[in-house]
């Protein structure tokens, strides 16, 4: 604490820019846990957080700028400052004026100084004497050359001893500051302290401005990398539904599928019988055509007589058709649109085909 009262705009300076840049630090660590973790952030929280450390920062200036005045000796109204621009550069711009006392230290040491030097004036005016400028050694008034060093006394002839003004400079306070009329001179070392500080101050301001700038940076990062990630997730779960609803449909295709697989296989069977029925009827009624077209006449001469007259065209068509499958012959019914009628379609080798009526006649009509 006592090097903070000593070094107050430091403090200052170390008091704005750690918590910014432990705040886009925490911001760079955060994000670099979530990108690890491939977690998305929620915006809504985060700016929630950045209102409270803004207020929360505002309240610690404040608090801190508050503390510096009351360091310098200066009214807390000075805060007020802070709310106009560039009212911030005002607490390091005040001045110390606890450091009065320290000037009013040097004034007393300036005093106590002149009075302890006005003694060998006096007693200069009422026994004059001279001393060595080598050795101090006490000249008389006829002396011409020193009688300890032999030194020439026209040299460097001296009022005053100067082991009496090392004393007296000995028993002066050492944080008196020699004065030249009203014109106080500073020491070496406050100097060399103050060199210090403002180099290190701009120092500090440069190094600032970098961690300023690259938290900045870093944040812009962040910002467009957690910007992209959320059009990837926001791709991701498009992605995501359309596989569901492409997993859906084949489900539903694959069950289709078996279904009409099933279904094959029933027609499939189905198929295998109905060939083995025909296979036996072929085998127990094997199908032929009428050999001449006398074999058809001596047969349906005999056919039309089986079949009762009081039947309509379609059903004497029919009980002759069965009449010549039970005989082994081909035999079909069709509709003739011309003579609005059914007739029977047989068929006589080598290669004639002839129509058949209900009533027995028949004619000739094509060639097979």
């Known amino acids: 604490m006592n090097w903070f ?135 008389g008034e006829g002396d011409v050359f020193c009688r300890n060093c032999g030194s020439s006394r026209r040299d460097t002839p001296l009022t005053e001893s100067p082991i009496m003004e090392s004393h007296l400079a000995e028993s002066v306070p050492s944080d008196v500051i020699p004065l030249s009329g009203e014109q106080v001179v500073l020491p070496d070392m406050l100097q060399t302290k103050q060199n210090g500080f403002r180099r290190g101050f701009i120092g500090l301001c440069i190094v600032s401005g970098l961690l300023v700038a690259t938290a900045g940076f870093l944040g812009y990062q962040w910002n467009s990398t957690a910007s992209a990630k959320d059009n990837l997730q926001s791709s991701y779960n498009t992605l995501s539904a359309e596989k569901e609803g492409l997993i859906t449909e084949n489900i539903s295709l694959y069950s289709q599928v078996n279904t009409l697989n099933s279904q094959n296989s029933q027609k499939s069977s189905q198929i295998i019988n109905l060939t083995n029925q025909i296979n036996q009827l072929n085998a127990k009624y094997p199908q032929k055509y009428f050999t001449s077209v006398t074999a058809l006449k001596n047969w349906l001469n005999t056919a039309v007589n089986k079949v009762s007259w009081s039947l309509s065209g379609w059903d004497r068509s029919l009980a002759l058709q069965k009449l010549a499958l039970a005989d082994g012959y081909i035999w079909n019914i069709s509709y003739d649109d011309y003579t609005n009628t059914y007739i029977n379609v047989v068929f006589v080798e080598p290669e004639y085909i002839y129509y058949v009526w209900h009533d027995g006649d028949y004619e000739l009509r094509g060639y097979y």
């Open 5 to 139: 009262k000593r070094h107050l705009h430091w403090s200052l300076v170390l008091g704005w820019v750690i918590p910014i840049a432990l705040w886009y630090l925490a911001i760079f660590i955060t994000s670099q846990v979530a990108s690890a973790q491939q977690q998305v952030l929620d915006e809504t929280v985060w700016l929630d957080i950045y209102y409270v450390f803004v207020m929360a920062y505002v309240v610690w200036l404040m608090v801190l700028v508050g503390w510096v005045l009351r360091q310098k000796g200066r009214s807390l109204g000075w805060l007020l400052l802070l709310f106009v621009p560039f009212g911030w550069l005002a607490p390091f711009m005040l001045d110390n004026r606890r450091t009065s006392v320290l000037f009013s230290t040097q004034t007393a040491g300036k005093n106590t100084l002149s009075v302890l030097k006005k003694t060998p004036e006096i007693n200069k005016k009422e026994n004059p004497m001279s001393f060595c400028a080598k050795c101090g050694n006490k000249l």
